[in-house]
């Protein structure tokens, strides 16, 4: 089964995303701190929670590699406007800096074999703009 890491699955966004990973047989694994979350959204699907900071590089390490990650869905940030001009640095650290970190840790854990415009192809995807359905049917060779 494909493993589906989704960071910030906690909230809005990434929670909105479990229960159609599983409906197509992918499995998620949440990774979340849940400084803006509620482990309710995650536990509700029966999924794995890992309580955990993006900037942890050697947790997020452990974890891509003992749940044998496929892929990952990054909504991790943080996302409020106003709250972004009153603390840009703070801003800055998490939704730039920690998001690079990620991306360098998943590109050590399995470089990418492609990519194009919106996707980075490793052993399934580094997914962001498009669905993962989408970056199979472009990279047909990647497995
Ligand atoms: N909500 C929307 O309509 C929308 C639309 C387009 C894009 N986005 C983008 O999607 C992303 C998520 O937005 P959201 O509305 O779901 O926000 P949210 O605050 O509801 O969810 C973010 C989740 O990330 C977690 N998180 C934050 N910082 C973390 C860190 N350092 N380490 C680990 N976990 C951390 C929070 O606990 C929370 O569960 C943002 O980048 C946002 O800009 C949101």
């Excluded at 536990?43 to 050697?58: A, I």
Aim: aromatic letters at 6%; glycine letters at 6%.
């Amino acid at each position: 089964m494909t493993i589906v890491l989704v960071t910030g699955g906690a909230g809005y966004l990434g929670s909105s995303v479990l229960a159609p990973l599983k409906l197509a047989g992918y499995q998620p694994v949440v990774f979340d701190n849940l400084s803006r979350g509620f482990s309710q959204l995650v536990l509700q699907h029966n999924v794995p929670l890992v309580l955990g900071d993006l900037s942890d590089r050697s947790l997020l390490r452990s974890v891509l590699k003992a749940y044998r990650v496929d892929a990952i869905l990054h909504f991790a940030a943080l996302a409020n406007m106003g709250e972004s001009n009153e603390q840009p640095n703070h801003y800055y650290r998490i939704n730039t800096v920690d998001a690079l970190g990620l991306l360098e840790e998943a590109i050590a854990y399995r470089p990418p074999i492609a990519s194009c415009s919106h996707c980075l192809i490793q052993l399934r995807c580094v997914w962001h703009t498009t669905s993962l359905a989408n970056c199979e049917a472009q990279h047909p060779n990647a497995n």
